[in-house]
Structure formats: C-alpha cells, structure tokens
C-alpha cells in the first residue's frame, strides 16, 4: 500500500516553456505532499510542502512564482515549472504523507521526474 | 554547518565485509530518524526507521544517540546488491524532511 504515482518519468522541453508534474496517491489519502528537487551527485533539498486545500509554504530561495504547487485533492498534488530555462532541468520527486495514527505516520516517494530543459 | 551531515564516502568494500555510515544532525528538536536507501537515478527508499532503543532488521542495525546527536547504520555481510548511495532523513515534528548528501557504497566481488 502507499503508493505514489508520479508522471511524467522524464521530459525535455524547450527553455521558455511550462511543464506540469503530477504525484498521485493511489490507495491513501495525502494530506501532505513535499517536493523535492535533487542535482546530480547532491542530495534532495525541500523545495516546498503543501498541504491539501490551502497554498503551498516554500523553502527560502525557492521562487513560488516560479514553481507553482497545486493539491486541490487529498490524492493529486501537482508541480508546475513556468518558464523553464536550463538550469531547472534537475531530478523532481514528491513524497507523500499518509494519513494515520500519529506514531504510525510514514512517508512515500514518488519514483520522479527527470526534467531536461534545452 | 549543514543540519545533517554523513559521512562523504565513497566506500568500497568486499562483499562479506562490515560497514559502518554515521550521520549527525543539529537541530536538538529532531523528533524522527530514517535511513534510505537511493539506487542511481531512482527515488529513495525507506529502508529503516531510527528508534532511541536502536533496531535490526537482518544484516542492518540502526543506532540513535540524541545526546550526542547522531544515528549509525551498521551493514553487516555485505552483499552487492547493497550497493547505492545510503541517505540519512531527520524530521521535525512538524514532518520537515532534511536529508544528508548521502554515502555512496560499493560492494565488490
């Protein structure tokens, strides 16, 4: 159980245009959905949580205007990067929340987006 | 100083061989503990949660010392197949997520 589904798995877009990654939990509810952007040989740095129904809180340096959160639904989360240049192109992963008793709370990834901009 | 912090590794050890990752943290407010574990260009997996009376499960044993503000995993027997890069989680209350940058191991034959 606890699976996320998250698509696309990868896409190359040209610099200037938007691209939409969405994370799906498919047998839970996610109250709480966190993005994660990770660069090669880095570590995942948190780039925003969101929390269904209300606006997203990013992470200092991270441009919300930029990378636009929506989790309208307890099951959708989604990730849009406006106005992609090359330097956004990195590995997009989203990690979900379950809803659950407090001490039996647990995380899923999604499996990621690798996001190439030209 | 980053708030989680692992040891750089690489480490290349032979198959059979005992391994050791340490990983610190600064935030005294840290309330959980979780390694994972992250093949080349997959999401990382949950491979065990850090609890304050230490677990095992199979060849790997997970430590948490808060007075000291560190968590351990030991890998016992390695296998190749335990070859990836090994990442330390901690969580605030609040389900903050700070990851380390990971310990990449290489198990050879």
């Known amino acids: 159980g606890a699976v996320v589904s998250q698509h696309p798995s990868w896409v190359i877009c040209k610099s200037g245009t938007s691209v939409k990654i969405e994370c799906r939990s498919l047998?839970?509810?996610?109250?709480?959905m966190f993005w994660y952007r990770q660069f090669p040989k880095q570590s995942l740095m948190l780039m925003a949580t969101?929390?269904?129904?209300?606006?997203?809180?990013?992470e200092q340096g991270v441009e919300k205007d930029k990378f636009l959160i929506n989790h309208a639904s307890l099951t959708l989360s989604t990730l849009t990067v406006t106005s992609a240049h090359p330097e956004d192109s990195s590995f997009y992963i989203c990690?979900?929340?379950?809803?659950?008793?407090?001490?039996?709370?647990?995380?899923?990834f999604g499996s990621g987006t690798r996001l190439t901009v030209v | 100083r980053k708030e989680v912090e692992q040891d750089p590794g690489p480490f290349n050890v032979p198959e059979g061989a005992t391994v050791a990752f340490n990983c610190t943290y600064s935030?005294?407010?840290?309330?959980?503990f979780f390694w994972y574990r992250q093949d080349c260009r997959k999401e990382p997996k949950l491979l065990m949660s850090?609890?304050?009376s230490g677990n095992e499960d199979g060849r790997f044993t997970a430590q948490l010392n808060r007075a000291s503000q560190y968590i351990s995993l030991l890998i016992r027997d390695s296998k190749l197949s335990d070859s990836a890069t090994y990442l330390c989680?901690?969580?605030?209350?609040?389900?903050?997520?700070?990851f380390g940058d990971g310990t990449t191991l290489t198990v050879k034959p």
């Open positions: 989680v901690v969580k605030t209350n609040a389900g903050k997520s700070t």
């Open positions: 850090v609890y304050s």
């Open positions: 935030n005294s407010a840290s309330q959980s």
């Open positions: 969101s929390n269904e129904g209300s606006k997203a809180t990013y």
């Open positions: 047998d839970f509810q996610a109250t709480t």
């Open positions: 990690s979900a929340r379950f809803r659950g008793p407090v001490y039996n709370y647990g995380y899923t």
